[in-house]
């Protein structure tokens, strides 16, 4: 989804707690946090169809392949 500030591709679903977030959530509207800019916004459902919701997974350090370990042959 792309910010309005900054117009970067990297806005994803946020989640939001409290009243104003329940009524905005009524009314079909969708929280979204910049990535980029860290900018706050809030979209129609409608307009967030077939865009990329949420971030892409990062690999941990404990999943990445671990490197092979070069021995001297002696
Ligand atoms: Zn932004």
């Known amino acids: 989804m792309k910010c309005r500030l900054c117009w970067s ?3 994803y679903r946020h989640t939001q707690k409290g009243l104003k977030a329940m009524i905005y959530s ?4 969708v929280p979204l946090k910049c ?3 860290y900018h706050k916004f809030w979209m129609p459902w409608f307009m967030t169809w077939g865009q990329a919701l949420e971030p892409p ?6 999943q990445a392949k671990p490197q092979q370990q070069r021995r001297c042959a002696v």
Do not use: M, N, V
Not at 26 to 29: A, H, I, K, P, V
């Open 35 to 37: 990535h980029h800019c």
């Open 26 to 29: 009524c009314l079909g509207l």
């Open 9 to 11: 591709d990297k806005a």
């Open 57 to 62: 997974k990062l690999i941990e350090p404990s």
